[in-house]
């Protein structure tokens, strides 16, 4: 079992920057694809960015320019980079292990909540 510890959020104004990290224990996700997820209040849980073992990336259209997906595999730790941040992009960040659709392989942690306003 992976467990996840997400830091990093904050209240930012609009077209700030954040850069949040999740640390992974448990296991060594090295080996795994990793994706940072986001969830607005009333509204389901979205894909934000993925990043896989050899350090290919995609991101969601909202978001692609704008926020970077990186790894430190010797920290067992994944970060995402916002800039340009938007009202639109306040939400709890979380990050996890895709598995399959819009399913992940281990449970959620705490997330960290990231609010953009003036």
């Known amino acids: 079992q992976v467990q996840f510890v997400e830091s990093g959020g904050g209240l930012v104004q609009p077209g700030g920057s954040l850069r949040l990290s999740c640390a992974a224990s448990?296991?060594?996700?090295?080996?795994?694809?990793m994706a940072w997820y986001r969830q607005a209040p009333g509204n389901k849980r979205e894909l934000v960015a993925t990043?896989?073992?050899?350090?290919?990336?995609n991101y969601a259209d909202s978001v692609k320019g704008r926020f970077t997906i990186s790894r430190d595999n010797a920290k067992n730790t994944v970060y995402l980079q916002m800039k340009s941040l938007k009202p639109e992009d306040t939400a709890v960040y979380y990050c996890?292990?895709?598995?399959?659709?819009?399913?992940?392989?281990?449970?959620w942690g705490q997330g960290t909540q990231v609010t953009v306003s003036s």
């Open positions: 448990g296991s060594a996700v090295s080996i795994y694809t």
């Open positions: 990043i896989l073992p050899g350090g290919s990336t």
């Open positions: 996890n292990v895709p598995f399959s659709g819009s399913l992940v392989r281990y449970s």
